[in-house]
């Protein structure tokens, strides 16, 4: 069945790097447009960034704009998060999602994966 | 800055039936906005329930429900039952590829 599979999370320092990946299994990844979403621990979810199938149009929420960037490789049917000057408030499960329609939809997700844990901390 | 509101916690009875609502700080929720619906258990990813307002994802159960209810976006359960004891998040597109999430109901049934 339809599957996302996130990795790559991991402790890391303030200031630090961390690049997120999402394996894509048992749909035709390429013509979907994908998300992320964190959740901080204890908290609400929180939308991050979204890319388009073809990867041209990106979108991202203020909170993370100019630090975080996603992409994806279709060959790959990978999609990923790079994560720079990572800071305390950055502590979270990431998830990645996909969109339920096939083309430029942005607007829902019907699949989530399990999450990756990324904390922030000196 | 736009903010989707959702009541913090609400409560029904086992059999009852509750509805959830998701808004906005300034001006009323449409079918424009794509809401959509997502639960949560503790530990657990969140799942779908509806996008596009109305419709149900896969495997959903016919006592939950998506709708607009006046100026909001409304998630109505018939019939609750103890495992839908659960957060409720809903999301709002707001269009140039940006979503926002509400801050979440926790339902509690009993």
């Known amino acids: 069945q339809v599957q996302l599979v996130e990795s790559g999370g991991d402790m890391v320092q303030p200031g630090r790097s961390l690049r997120l990946s999402c394996a894509a299994s048992?749909?035709?990844?390429?013509?979907?447009?994908m998300h992320w979403v964190r959740q901080a621990p204890g908290k609400g979810l929180e939308w991050v960034t979204v890319?388009?199938?073809?990867?041209?149009?990106?979108y991202y929420a203020d909170s993370v704009k100019g630090r975080f960037t996603i992409s994806r490789d279709n060959s790959k049917n990978t999609l990923y998060l790079q994560m720079n000057s990572l800071r305390v408030e950055d502590t979270a499960v990431y998830y990645c999602?996909?969109?339920?329609?096939?083309?430029?939809?942005?607007?829902?997700?019907?699949?989530w994966g399990q999450g990756t844990m990324v904390t922030v901390s000196s | 800055q736009t903010v989707v509101t959702q009541e913090p916690s609400f409560s029904v009875s086992p059999g009852g039936t509750v509805t959830l609502t998701c808004g906005l700080s300034?001006?009323?929720?449409?079918?424009?906005?794509?809401p959509s619906w997502y639960q949560q258990t503790p530990g657990q990813p969140p799942r779908t329930l509806f996008y596009?307002?109305?419709i149900r994802s896969s495997g959903v159960p016919p006592r939950f429900s998506g709708s607009i209810l006046g100026n909001k976006a409304a998630l109505t359960i018939t019939g609750a039952q103890a495992d839908d004891e659960s957060d409720y998040y809903c999301?709002?597109?707001?269009?140039?590829?940006?979503?926002?999430f509400g801050g979440g109901t926790k339902l509690t049934v009993l």
């Open positions: 999602a996909k969109v339920p329609y096939s083309g430029n939809y942005f607007a829902a997700f019907d699949i």
């Open positions: 048992a749909f035709t990844f390429s013509s979907y447009v």
């Open positions: 890319i388009s199938h073809d990867g041209d149009d990106k």
């Open positions: 300034s001006g009323s929720v449409s079918t424009s906005y794509h």
């Open positions: 596009n307002t109305n």
């Open positions: 999301m709002l597109y707001m269009g140039g590829g940006i979503s926002v």
